[in-house]
Each structure stands twice: as C-alpha cells, then as structure tokens.
C-alpha cells in the first residue's frame, strides 16, 4: 500500500516516531513538575498568587498576539499547578482569542500596521499589509492559501467551523498562531461579534475541559 | 451599534461569561469538618499555650507552631506571620475528661479561612486543621495534622 512514495514501513515508523516524542514530552513535563516542586504552602499562597495573576495576565497579552507562542505558558501553568487551574486558563484563552478579534475588528488597518512596526512585530504587519487590499472573504481565504477551490468555498461558507478547526489545528503559528487567526477573522468583517465569540467559547474547550475531566496526564 | 458599544459588549460578554465559568467550574472544598456536639465558648483552655509541630499532609512539609488561649480566643503565632488572623474566638466541649476545642480564623486581608479542631487531654494536644484559600479562579486547601504539650505562656514569643 503506497500513497505519494509512502509505504506501510514508513507511515508506521513516522506513528512510531510520533509516540515517541509524545512519550519524551510526557517525560520532559513530569520532570519540569517534580523539579518545580510546586507546594502551595501559608508561607507562599501570596507570591504564589501573584505568579499566577501575571502569568494569567502575560499569556493573554502573548496569545493574542500573531507569531507569538504563548499557548506554552497556559501549558506551563497548567503543568505547575493541575487541573485546578485548568479554568482560568480557558478564560484567559478566550479573552485573548476575543481580544486579537477587536483589535482586527475595529482597530484600522493601516492603523493597526502602524502599530505592528512600531512595536517591530514585522511579520504581522506583514501579514496585515498582505491582507489590507484584499475583500473582504479573500482575507480568509489568505490563511487557507494552497487550498484547491472547493475546500475554499467551503471554508467560507462554514467559516465559523473553519476558523475554530483553523485555531485548533497543531502547526498555526505558520499562519499566525490563535492570534493571527482572530486578527485577520476581524479583518475581515465576515464574522460577527457574537457567533463568533460562541465559537471560540466552543473551539478552545477541548483541552482545559479534557484537563478538568481527564485529570492532568500528559 | 456604535463601534464602542461593540467593544463594550464584546468585553462584557468575554468577562461575563469568563466569571459564570470559573464560578462553576471552580469546585469548592470544604473547610475541615468538626463533629457537631454540645460547643460552647467557656474559656476551658484560657490561660494555656501549647508548643506543637507536625506536618502540611499535601506537600509533607514540617510545621512548628505555639498556640495560645485567652479570654475566650485562640492565637496562632504562626499564622500572624502570614496574615493578620488576630484572635478568634473558641469553642469547647468535655466527653470523659477529654477537652475538645475548635475555632475559625479568618484572614481580613486574603480569602484564607482557618479552621482547628483538637483535643486536649492532660498537657498533651492533637489538632486537626485545614487551611482553605479560595480565590476567585480556584480554591485550595492546605490539611494540617499537628500534636504538641503544654507550654509556659512566657516562653511564647510574638
């Protein structure tokens, strides 16, 4: 059975390999965790709370911003402290998703370029100039450059289904990451306030709520 | 609708809906709970200090601690260093010559709640406590299983 040169032999040493990066991060996270040594104690609660408060509040600055990996450090959060962080965590990821949305949204777009180079983020700016003189519809379908037509139109047409697989598929920050995603999806004026802000309650659940359910078992 | 109401209600949606998560995502712990029984605030234990130690059952940690009691309050030296509890005011109960003792401390300025059971039987004491923290996204609960004997009220300090 082959499929564009790949062979049975290879597909399953690439699963293979896959397993076992899969099985070196667990490994990789159960160490950072055992060597943070994280105890919440009376002595600590304070400081600890504080980590968290700025912690909350950097990764929803990072996350909203395009090309910035800021998912690590709800990732990290999550790692130090459990589950039981799991929730704030979904919150502050949708704030950031809905806050990337506004600035794309109501910020103008020569003006928001503007503020991309000043603050030296020229990959967005790039990305935002790329997008400036396109319609409307053709914006999204510039994240979706090297689709054929059909997976276009369709992605236009279930845009909301598209933009939360968009925000969850392993590998966006080619296109901007979470971030990116959301500035350009209020670039382009095609998604409205509320659904889209229904979607991204819906496209960012799975991992806290796998968290929360499955307990933390990376 | 105007631009700005967009953002408002945008903003008002995010922080709405983010608080009614957390609220019901944010599983409760119970304080430590006390046997019901006959509770009293008789001063039983006024004018006694005990000097205990034992162990944070979560992380294993060591915890050295002096308790004292008077005119109907409760002070732990040890929690003053982390919040300003004060003294808080404690129950007791007698069962066959054993005095049982609780109290609740709260910290005034962080959502830490306090809560000691013990029981004092001749100078020796054995406590229970939890230690819950419970902060708008989480709640977090420190358990406490401490033993100690009595102790001169001046070789407290603090």
Known sequence: MTSDG???????????????????ATWGVHMIRDALDLQIRPDNEQQVHKAIMIGAMAYIALLAMPFVPGAEIGIALLAGFGAAIAPLIYVCTIAAMM??????????????????????????????????????????????????????????????VAIAVAMNTPGNSIIGGGGGIMIIAGLSGIFTPLSTFLTVILAVSP???????LGLQF | MPQVLQIAA???????????????????????AVPEGDWAATGALDGFAFRISGEDLSSGAELKDDIIFRDGTFQSTDCEEYCNFGWSSYQTKEIDGVTHFTTTAICPDAPHTVVWYGTVTGDEVAIDVTWTTRRWYWTNQIPIRVVGKVTPLDTISG
């Open chain 1, 99 to 160: 806050l990337a949305f506004a600035v794309g949204r109501f910020l103008p777009i020569s003006a928001l370029e503007r503020a991309l180079r000043v603050f030296r983020m020229r990959r967005t700016a790039d990305l935002v100039a790329r997008a400036a003189p396109l319609p409307r519809e053709e914006r999204v379908a510039m994240l979706l450059e090297g689709q054929s037509k059909r997976v276009l139109r369709l992605a236009l047409r279930y845009r909301y």
């Open chain 1, 207 to 213: 991992v806290p709520l796998a968290v929360i359910f």
């Open chain 1, 6 to 24: 790949l062979t049975l032999q290879g597909l399953i040493l690439k699963f293979g390999i896959l397993i076992g990066i899969i099985a070196l």
């Open chain 2, 10 to 32: 945008i903003a008002i949606a995010t922080f709405g809906t983010g608080a009614a998560t957390l609220s019901v995502m944010n599983e409760d712990i119970a304080d430590l």
